[in-house]
Structures are given as structure tokens and as C-alpha cells.
């Protein structure tokens, strides 16, 4: 079992920045995929960013390619999310995953074995 903790989430203007982190415990993630999804009032989840185990691949939804930056430490067993220029359309429950299926799965939610419980971003105009 992994249990995951994600922090970080708060109230931000539009432009500003937060870091996301997801700490773990119970089993090192250094075999693990790592993702992060968010989901808004009233829309399904959806894909955000995803990292390698070895954290030398890294993928993102279109949505925030160039303004989201995903990283890990696996010694401390975290994983990051750098928010740059965030849009109120940002604003969302952001969730951290993780996956022990083969990298091309990353996007896709139904890949992933563990769950955060989630922290509100908010973004405001």
C-alpha cells in the first residue's frame, strides 16, 4: 500500500505561482509512475502531468505545457508540481497518483493504483 498526502493549494491571483507537493509512505515510489490530475466544479477529472519512475521522462496535458512543471525527489519520496502562470480555468482539486502500469498509460487515469486525497487551487481573476 502507498498512502499519498498532497499540500500546497491555496488562493492565488492569475499569474501567480504554487508548488504542489505529494509525499508518500508505506512503499518508496522510486517504482512508481507518478501522476497528477485535477478535477473543477462540475467536470470530470482530468490529466495533468505525469513523471517516470527514474524521473528522466516527463509528460503534460496540452492545457499546461509550458506553465506546469513536474518533478521528484525520490530519495524524500516526493513528487512536485511547479504552477507558473496560473488561469482561473486552473482552478481546481488537484490530485497525485501513482501507477505501476508501462509508461504509455500514463494519461490515463484507470492506470493508477494510489490516490491523494486532493488539494483546492484556486485561481482568482
Known amino acids: 500500500q502507498v498512502q499519498l498526502v498532497e499540500s500546497g493549494g491555496g488562493l492565488v491571483q492569475a499569474g501567480g505561482s504554487l508548488r504542489l507537493s505529494c509525499a508518500a509512505s508505506?512503499?518508496?515510489?522510486?517504482?512508481?509512475?507518478m501522476g497528477w490530475f485535477r478535477q473543477a466544479p462540475g467536470k470530470e477529472r482530468e490529466f495533468v502531468a505525469a513523471?517516470?519512475?527514474?524521473?528522466?521522462?516527463?509528460y503534460y496535458a496540452d492545457s499546461v505545457k509550458g506553465r506546469f512543471t513536474i518533478s521528484r525527489d525520490n530519495a524524500k519520496n516526493t513528487v512536485y508540481l511547479q504552477m507558473n502562470s496560473l488561469k482561473p480555468e486552473d482552478t481546481a482539486v488537484y490530485y497525485c497518483?501513482?501507477?505501476?502500469?508501462?509508461?504509455?498509460?500514463?494519461?490515463?487515469?484507470?492506470?493508477?493504483?494510489?490516490w491523494g486525497q486532493g488539494t483546492q487551487v484556486t485561481v482568482s481573476s
Open positions: 497518483s501513482a501507477s505501476s502500469r508501462v509508461w504509455a498509460y500514463a494519461p490515463r487515469q484507470n492506470a493508477y493504483d494510489y
Open positions: 508505506g512503499r518508496t515510489l522510486s517504482r512508481y509512475i
Open positions: 513523471i517516470s519512475s527514474s524521473g528522466g521522462i516527463t
